[in-house]
């Protein structure tokens, strides 16, 4: 609703967008009303909300890795028999059962901090691949072992094969 890119647009952009819709759409305005002025509210607060996540991601990711940290890559992780957009939203859904979805470049990239079966950052790079999606898993955790890369890809898998893949809906119960 604000016409802006999730990927760039900065807190300032998101207030100036707020502006010039409110001008145009707040009910005291010819051809305003409140439902459209509570939509360009709840996009602003949810685009605040987005920023504000994507800042606190880039400030983990720059400071240094301490000793226990490290990052793992599975390369390439897992095949899903559908395109980016479809595959993207199933791991959205997915994204909600195993922690919370802080970063998304829609279809082809998701960041989730884990919360199961620990607690950590997991990177999702999704490729077309042959009418398929190619699934890259990337995480980042303190201490840990080293396959602990192939237990969150086989839980991305696991959860994705309980997934109603024909009805693809963000409010999809948890199946365990």
């Not at 509570?38 to 400030?59: F, T």
């Not at 240094?64 to 595959?87: C, G, K, N, W, Y």
Request: proline fraction near 5%.
């Amino acid at each position: 609703m604000l016409g802006l890119s999730s990927a760039v647009a900065t807190k300032d952009d998101v207030i100036a967008a707020r502006r010039r819709l409110a001008r145009e759409l707040h009910p005291d305005r010819a051809g305003g009303s409140a439902t459209s002025m509570a939509e360009v509210n709840r996009s602003g607060d949810i685009a605040l909300g987005h920023i504000a996540k994507r800042s606190e991601l880039r400030s983990t990711r720059d400071r240094p890795l301490s000793t226990s940290q490290r990052v793992q890559r599975d390369h390439p992780s897992f095949t899903i028999d559908v395109l980016p957009v479809e595959a993207c939203e199933a791991l959205r859904i997915v994204s909600t059962w195993v922690g919370e979805l802080i970063d998304e470049d829609p279809p082809y990239l998701l960041e989730v901090r884990l919360a199961v079966p620990f607690t950590g950052w997991c990177r999702l790079e999704l490729v077309p691949d042959a009418g398929g999606t190619t699934v890259t898993v990337s995480i980042m955790r303190e201490g840990g072992s080293a396959d602990d890369v192939e237990v969150i890809r086989d839980l991305w898998i696991d959860q994705l094969n309980r997934l109603d893949w024909q009805n693809l809906d963000a409010d999809q119960q948890r199946p365990w």
